[in-house]
Every structure is written in structure tokens, then in C-alpha cells.
């Protein structure tokens, strides 16, 4: 499976931007898809998952009711909609998938730059 990020970019506090994750490959084996991303200096976390059928979405706490996961079934696609950004949201953000429930996180395509300047 192949992952490809897009959507990045330079905004400023309080705008918003739409991340992209196209998705190729072996879709069928995909359980969850999600986003995740890197500040610099920081370990990699989790931001938002969406089951493959684009149920069951996930959030973590620090994003909620600002960020929304999406998935577009017939093209095989993710999105992240990202309102009210603010400066602690800098960071590369990733696009991973998961085969089971018990797997972890892999295919991790290259990353989107998302800035945002106060």
C-alpha cells in the first residue's frame, strides 16, 4: 500500500487548511487509515483514524471540534479539514494504514508541511 500525503502549507492562526492522503495499492488490505503527525523535536502522535468503510472516527483530544476526518470511498482517498489552526499545529503531517486492529501503523508515505504562524 502507498500513501501520499498533500495540503501542506503556510497559514495563519485561526485559518484553515484541507489535508489529502491519496491512498494506492493493496486497499483491501486496510483496516484503519489515519493522521498523524511530527513537530519538530517531538515524537510522532496521532491527530485523527477513520475505519477503511469511513466509520468510527477517532480524535485525539487536542484536535477535537477543530479537525475532521474524512474518507472518499470511490477514490480511495483521506482528508483532514483543519479549522481554527494554531501555532502548536506546525508540524509534518503523515498518512498511515493499518491491516487489523491489533497491527500497528505502517506505510507511512513521505509527509505535508502544515505552518502555521501566529
Known amino acids: 500500500v502507498q500513501l501520499q500525503a498533500s495540503g501542506g502549507g503556510l497559514v495563519q492562526a485561526g485559518g484553515s487548511l484541507r489535508l489529502s492522503c491519496e491512498v494506492s495499492?493493496?486497499?483491501?488490505?486496510?483496516?484503519?487509515i489515519g493522521w498523524f503527525r511530527q513537530a519538530p523535536g517531538k515524537a510522532r502522535e496521532s491527530v485523527a483514524t477513520i475505519s477503511w468503510s469511513g466509520r468510527n472516527p477517532n480524535y485525539a483530544d487536542f484536535v477535537k471540534g477543530r479537525f475532521t476526518i474524512s474518507r472518499d470511498i470511490a477514490k480511495d482517498s483521506m482528508y483532514l479539514q483543519m479549522n481554527t489552526l494554531k501555532p502548536e499545529d506546525t508540524a509534518i503531517y503523515f498518512c498511515?494504514?493499518?491491516?487489523?486492529?491489533?497491527?500497528?501503523?505502517?506505510?507511512w508515505g513521505p509527509g505535508t508541511l502544515v505552518t502555521v504562524s501566529s
Open positions: 498511515a494504514r493499518r491491516g487489523s486492529s491489533h497491527s500497528n501503523y505502517s506505510d
Open positions: 495499492g493493496r486497499t483491501w488490505t486496510i483496516y484503519s
